[in-house]
């Protein structure tokens, strides 16, 4: 079966001066469909740089990215943004919902972009399922941070991508809400047979992931 | 228009503020716009609106009819130069009625020989001849009507009004044309001489005049006391307005647009194309500035309606047309430094936080 995302020997570094700052050393990493993994590490470990490149927002130095088999690194920003919308769903630190659309609309949105019709009933299906049945109608402003999560999960599953990338989805929530948004997105991943990957440094979730990795100055490694 | 109607019902307040910066702007320009027709008209109509293509002066009048004199002989000699040429003459003068001796009402004698090609057209009454005055139909505000005599303040002969043509002004006042008959009876001592000669040329080749000049229709207008000035003044304010918009609004939407900055960065990673974002602001600028300049227009179109008749004001549908669309244009126009910086917008600022 092939891996819905493949890093390998990704290193990606900045010139500073003289100075060469590696950010991620000989990176290899596979996750299979239906796989939920977590990438752990302290502030600066390289964790965002590791998302960013598995997310085709970022080019790596040296390294390969393959997408469900396809390899992505080298195509242009144009094919990029298409592959984000279509194949990646995303769910940042703080929700990032976009504050003048409601629930709906924020699902509404992703199927207008990918110009996909007849939609409203998976929009609210979703909704349903995430326990935001009775939220449709309301703006971000008026939900609670562990609502404004789940939105954000609804919304990165609104394309049925073949990979979720979660940003620290737990940091702005306590553990309790953390962990309920953690245990939903994991029940997400497995029922739709979808790969995730969730960086964060709350060690308090790891027991609900298939998969540790470590990161630590730049440097990949699998926990076992 | 997905983003763009949604952000708009979602921040009527925000939206509402520029719309109404936007109407009264617009607002302004069309009156300002109005009133330089309206005073443009007032200044010159009956030049302007005369059939006449140009008028023969007398050298060193400096294209103003009230520096003119030709001698009756002279004009005569000028107008073998031309196809059609006829005299004429200006001055301003004053009028009453008899019943209201104390109301004296500011205007312009047009002497022009009956029949002649630059004789008004009436729209109610008699075409000019010997037995009366046709007038101005600005004279109806300050009360004169059909068959009414008035008098002359400074040589108190009496006319009387057999036509009315349409609203002809000269330097902001409303004219009567007289014949020379009715004019040698109310000047005796200016019997011989003529302002100048009013032409109707064909032809582009200019003929030499001795002792006079062929002045253009324009010319004359421009040099009518206080109209270049008064237009003149009136075109810098538009001028300016229409920069003051752009300006304005330039910067409003980009201090909207920074403020959006992030949400652009995630609204890219999310997979949303720029052009698609560009459209979102263009959309967003074109409604409100849409919604602002179709206000303005209807209320200056009501406004032209229930201006009073002593106030100059002009207004044609098609300047309202042409002047609603420079304004949306401009305001598109103001949205391209903001298109710049969200086409500069990377959509990896979603990743990690508010930093790191």
């Given at each position: 079966m092939t891996e819905t995302l493949k890093l390998t020997n990704v290193v990606k570094y900045y010139q500073d001066g003289d100075a060469r700052i590696e950010v991620l050393r000989e990176v290899s990493l596979a996750v299979k469909p239906g796989e939920f993994a977590a990438v752990v590490g302290p502030s600066g470990a390289g964790k965002s740089t590791f998302l960013s490149i598995a997310g085709a927002l970022l080019r790596p130095s040296e390294g390969q990215v393959y997408l469900a088999g396809q390899e992505?690194?080298?195509?242009s920003q144009k094919q990029w943004t298409k592959i984000r919308l279509e194949q990646i769903g995303f769910i940042f630190q703080n929700s990032e919902l976009i504050p003048y659309l409601t629930v709906m609309d924020q699902l509404r949105y992703m199927s207008v972009l990918a110009k996909r019709k007849g939609q409203e009933q998976r929009a609210q299906d979703l909704l349903t399922h995430l326990e935001l049945a009775n939220r449709?109608?309301?703006?971000?402003?008026?939900?609670?941070g562990g609502e404004r999560q789940r939105v954000a999960i609804a919304r990165a599953l609104m394309n049925d991508p073949q990979l979720i990338l979660a940003d620290e989805p737990t940091a702005s929530l306590d553990s309790k809400r953390g962990r309920e948004v953690v245990t939903m997105l994991r029940d997400e991943v497995h029922a739709n047979h979808k790969a995730a990957v969730m960086v964060t440094h709350?060690?308090?979730?790891?027991?609900?992931?298939d998969t540790v990795y470590q990161i630590e100055d730049g440097v990949l490694k699998k926990k076992d | 228009m997905f983003l763009a109607l949604r952000d708009l019902r979602h921040a009527k307040l925000k939206f509402g503020l520029i719309s109404l910066i936007i109407f009264l702007i617009v607002f302004l320009v069309l009156f300002i716009t109005g009133l330089a027709a309206g005073l443009a008209s007032d200044n010159g109509a009956a030049i302007s609106e005369s059939p006449a293509s140009g008028y023969v002066l007398q050298k060193g009048a400096e294209n103003r009819f009230s520096r003119s004199t030709l001698t009756k002989t002279k004009a005569q000699q000028l107008a073998k130069k031309f196809k059609q040429a006829t005299p004429l003459t200006i001055q301003q003068g004053t009028i009453q009625r008899a019943k209201d001796a104390a109301k004296k009402t500011d205007m312009a004698y047009f002497v022009v020989k009956q029949g002649s090609f630059i004789a008004p057209k009436s729209v109610s009454g008699q075409t000019l001849n010997t037995t009366g005055v046709v007038v101005s139909d600005k004279l109806k505000a300050s009360g004169y009507r059909l068959g009414q005599k008035f008098k002359?303040?400074?040589?108190?002969v009496t006319l009387k009004i057999i036509g009315f043509t349409t609203a002809m002004t000269y330097s902001h006042t409303p004219v009567v044309y007289v014949t020379p008959n009715q004019w040698q009876k109310m000047m005796p001592q200016e019997t011989q001489t003529v302002s100048a000669l009013a032409v109707k040329q064909t032809t582009t080749t200019k003929p030499k005049l001795a002792g006079a000049n062929l002045v253009s229709k324009e010319a004359i207008i421009q040099n009518v006391p206080g109209y270049s000035a008064e237009q003149g003044s009136l075109d810098m304010m538009i001028a300016f307005l229409y920069i003051i918009s752009v300006v304005v609004l330039a910067v409003f939407f980009y201090v909207i647009t920074i403020q959006k900055i992030r949400e652009f960065g995630v609204l890219k990673a999310l997979g949303t194309k720029t052009s698609y974002l560009a459209r979102y602001l263009i959309g967003e600028i074109g409604v409100v500035a849409l919604l602002a300049v179709i206000i303005a227009d209807i209320v200056v179109a009501a406004l032209a309606q229930v201006m009073p008749a002593a106030m100059p004001f002009i207004i044609s549908g098609q300047i309202i047309l042409t002047t609603s669309l420079i304004f949306v244009v401009v305001a598109v126009l103001s949205a391209v430094v903001s298109l710049v910086k969200v086409a500069r917008v990377d959509p990896n600022t979603a990743i990690g936080g508010a930093g790191e």
């Open positions: 992505i690194t080298q195509l449709l109608q309301q703006y971000p402003a008026a939900l609670s709350d060690e308090r979730v790891l027991d609900l992931v | 002359d303040s400074q040589s108190g």
